[in-house]
């Protein structure tokens, strides 16, 4: 009882978010925020920014006048107060974006790290100007920090821009870096929808845009910043994938089905790095299949916060309706290879698999736990890479073989930001292993790499 007395006003808590902005401002719009798992449960609300809030924000903004070792140690301690709250942290990833325990744990490590990388390496250079930095809901805490520490680092002026599935979690990100002593007109907050986004990469003032979300998103930015914004404002840009993996006959069985469950189903798919199409060699096909779908059926679905759970929901009914409605269609060309049975409440989509004749098929990504399916016979390799690269897409790549030539002639011609072999098709590590992808999935630089952080400052600029 004393247990759950200290841990109900968490979970029980209507949270009330709206802009954090240096000046005072006029309402905007109120939106509920709910929980995908639990339809009843009301997260809280959350205040969408104005167009006049906007402008407001871009008339306040201010570059941080500190020099990049103080810089430093305030993101320092703004990662201190993230680890020193983790409770109202995970009770928000679980609740307002569904993830499970794991992936809270994960997510606050990544976000901390980023901070404690920036932080290190805050550069000396002139910063460009005010950032404007969007992000997805997927990574509610990770890739929020990690846009907004990098652009902090580097001394510019910030307007965040959260997704509107996840305001409440970026609402007390920015509240506890405000505490450690990041500047309120330094490090401004901007809720809403995708309008809120177009008017801050429309205003002639935006000095530069960190993006991740979808790939068209990221095209309508470029073009408004090139109608808009001075010639050579920087865009990153991280987005989609249609990441593939090639199993081999003389793979280990239990390492690439191990691998295959955590790269297609983990965070209920929703990862750009996600795995999407698998190519499994023909003649192993059949039993490596029987594996799979066992290690399927082993999947809990669950609430998030239940240590159980391997699977939560997928983010809200607009998405879980998108991936229902491509699982029906494969249904009805018989191409639905197995399916786990669906809890009945909140946005759940149980782990499916969908057979296809290769990644040639895939139109879309589908951002959810579906893995498409295909097998290939000896010799074709070369063509399999051809096809993987003609998506265009180039974020992640897997490959599992025991042939050690195998992975020199496929690593020479994937064309992808990341590869994995003989392991799981998940993470980076923030300093060693930056993450990013190529074509449709992204500009550069990687986030968490050396080269991320010159991007915020003004080219050319001198030490
Ligand atoms: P996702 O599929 O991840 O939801 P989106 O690209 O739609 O991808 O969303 C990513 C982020 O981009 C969100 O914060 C969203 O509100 C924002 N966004 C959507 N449309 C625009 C736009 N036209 N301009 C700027 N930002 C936008």
Redesign the pocket.
């Known amino acids: 009882e004393a247990i759950d007395a200290a841990r109900d006003p968490l979970r029980k808590a209507q949270w009330k978010a709206g802009p954090l902005l240096a000046t005072d401002v006029p309402e905007g719009t109120v939106q509920e925020v709910s929980n995908p798992a639990d339809p009843s449960d009301v997260v809280g609300t959350v205040q969408h920014a104005t167009a006049d809030d906007v402008t407001a924000a871009f008339d306040a903004a201010r570059m941080w006048d500190a020099s990049p070792a103080e810089r430093g140690r305030v993101l320092n301690a703004a990662a201190d107060a993230l680890e020193a709250n983790l409770a109202p942290l995970f009770v928000l990833l679980a609740r307002e974006a569904g993830k499970t325990l794991p992936d809270c744990v994960a997510e606050l490590r990544e976000a901390v790290d980023f901070m404690r990388y920036y932080a290190a390496h805050a550069p000396s250079k002139e910063p460009a100007g005010t950032y404007v930095c969007?992000?997805?809901?997927?990574f509610p805490l990770a890739i929020f920090t990690g846009q907004i520490s990098a652009a902090l680092a580097a001394g510019n002026a910030v307007l965040a821009?959260?997704?509107?599935?996840t305001p409440l979690i970026a609402h007390l990100t920015v509240t506890l870096m405000h505490e450690a002593g990041v500047p309120a007109h330094v490090l401004q907050l901007l809720p809403?929808?995708?309008?809120?986004?177009?008017a801050?990469?429309s205003d002639a003032r935006v000095g530069g845009v960190a993006?991740?979300?979808?790939?068209?998103?990221?095209l309508?930015?470029r073009n408004?910043l090139a109608q808009h914004a001075a010639p050579g404002t920087p865009l990153i840009a991280e987005?989609?994938g249609l990441n593939a993996m090639i199993v081999d006959s003389t793979a280990l069985p239990e390492q690439a089905v191990t691998a295959i469950i955590e790269s297609a189903f983990q965070s209920a798919g929703q990862r750009c790095s996600a795995l999407r199409c698998l190519y499994i060699q023909e003649d192993i096909a059949p039993a490596f299949t029987a594996m799979l779908t066992g290690a399927m059926d082993a999947l809990a679905m669950g609430m998030p916060w239940d240590l159980s759970t391997d699977v939560g929901p997928v983010i809200d009914e607009t998405a879980r309706k998108g991936i229902a409605d491509h699982i029906a269609t494969a249904r009805a060309e018989g191409r639905l290879l197995h399916a786990l049975p669906t809890p009945q409440t909140g946005t759940y989509i149980a782990p499916t698999l969908i057979s296809v004749d290769g990644i040639e098929d895939m139109t879309r990504e589908i951002?959810g736990p579906v893995l498409h399916i295909a097998t290939f016979k000896s010799g074709r390799m070369h063509r399999i890479i051809q096809d993987i690269n003609a998506t265009g897409y180039g974020l992640t790549f897997g490959l599992h073989t025991r042939i050690d030539d195998r992975v020199q002639f496929v690593s020479d011609r994937i064309l992808a930001g990341n590869v994995y072999v003989n392991r799981n098709q998940i993470g980076a590590i923030v300093g060693s292993q930056p993450f990013g992808g190529i074509g449709l999935s992204g500009t550069g630089p990687k986030a968490g790499g050396p080269d991320y952080l010159l991007r915020f400052s003004r080219p050319g600029a001198a030490e």
């Open positions: 969007i992000s997805p809901w997927n821009k959260p997704a509107e599935q809403g929808g995708g309008e809120v986004g177009a801050l990469t993006f991740t979300g979808s790939t068209a998103t990221a309508k930015i408004s987005t989609g951002f």
